[in-house]
C-alpha cells in the first residue's frame, strides 16, 4: 500500500514506551512524520526519536504551547505539498492505516460535494487506567451512517485537510493547551468547512491522567493538575465572546463551566489554591489576556 497521509505528533515530556509504539506504527510503509519537539526532552526520549528516519523533527528550547506546535508540523507538511496531515497525541494507540481509512471517508464525503475541514475516528478509552471516555458534542443526531458530523473533532486523530486548514486560520496558540481543537472547529463551520467522526473506525485515547478504581467516576476537571484547570477555564471563558460560536453553545458552555468550578469547591482538595486559580483564569479569560500561565500563580498552586 502507498503511505498517502503525513502524521504529525507533538511531543512534550512524553511517556517514551507509549510514543514509541505510536510511532512505530505510524512509520510502517515509510510514512511522513513531523514531530514537534515542545521543550528540552530527556537522553532516551531523543534517542528514540533518533531511531525513526523518516520523521522531519522541530524542535522549541521552550514549551510553547500545543497550539504552537500544531501549527508548526501543520505548516511543515504544507511546505512539503501534503494534502492532508492526521493528527496525534504523543500516547494515542492507532492502527497502522487508519490515516489512509480516514483519507478514504474523507474522499467519498467531498466527491459529494461535501466541504470538509476534518475527519476523525471515534475515540474510545484504554482498558486500564480508568480514563473518562470523551463525550462528543454532534452537530446533529447522529443518522445511520458511519460519517456523523460533530461542532469540533478531538485533535487526536483529526485528519487535517491542508487546503481547508489555509483558509480557515491557524490554531489558536494563544491559547497554550485546552480548548484549542473546540475554537478552531467552530471557526472551521462559520468558513463553510465541517468536522466529521467516522463512527466505525475507532482509535485508544487517553483523555486526562489515569485513576484509581476508586475514582473512575471522578468527573474530568478533578483530575486535571491546576495549570490545565487554568487554561480550560479560562480559555473556556474567552471562548464565550468570540462570534461565530452559536449563542446555544456559549449558553451551553457557560453553564458546564459553572458546574464544573462548583465540583471544584465541593470537592477541591485545597480551596484556597482552587480559588486562585479560578479566580486568575476567569479574570484572564473574561480580559482577554492569554498565552503562557501569568508568572504570578506560583508553581505550587499550579501543580
Known sequence: ????????????????????????????????LFIFVNGPLDEQANELLARFPTARLIRSEDNVGQGAGLNAITE???????????????????????????LARWTAETAKGARLAVVGPLLVPPAQGHYRPIRYSWRSAPGEGPLAPVHFAPTSGSLVCLAAFTAIGPFRDDFFIGGIDVEWGFRAWSRGYGSMVARDLT??????????????????????????????????????????????W???????????????????RNLRQTGAVMFAALRDGAAGRLGPAPPGLSKDILQ
Do not use: K
Open 250 to 268: 456559549r449558553l451551553r458552555y457557560a453553564l458546564g463551566q459553572c458546574a464544573q468550578i462548583g465540583y471544584l469547591v465541593i470537592y477541591g
Open 203 to 248: 482509535m485508544v485515547h487517553r483523555w486526562g491522567e489515569a485513576a484509581s478504581p476508586e475514582a473512575a467516576r471522578t468527573p474530568q476537571i478533578l483530575r486535571h493538575s491546576g495549570l490545565r484547570r487554568y487554561y480550560y477555564i479560562r480559555n473556556a471563558a474567552y471562548s464565550l465572546r468570540l462570534p461565530f460560536i452559536p449563542l446555544s
Open 1 to 32: 500500500m502507498t503511505i498517502q497521509v503525513p502524521a504529525g505528533v507533538v511531543v512534550y515530556q512524553p511517556d517514551t514506551e507509549l510514543l514509541g509504539r505510536l510511532l512505530s506504527r505510524l512509520e510502517q510503509g515509510g510514512r511522513r
Open 76 to 102: 511543515a507538511a504544507i511546505s512539503e505539498s501534503f494534502s492532508h496531515l492526521m493528527l496525534f497525541d504523543q500516547d494515542s494507540e492507532p492502527s497502522a492505516d487508519l490515516p489512509e481509512q480516514l
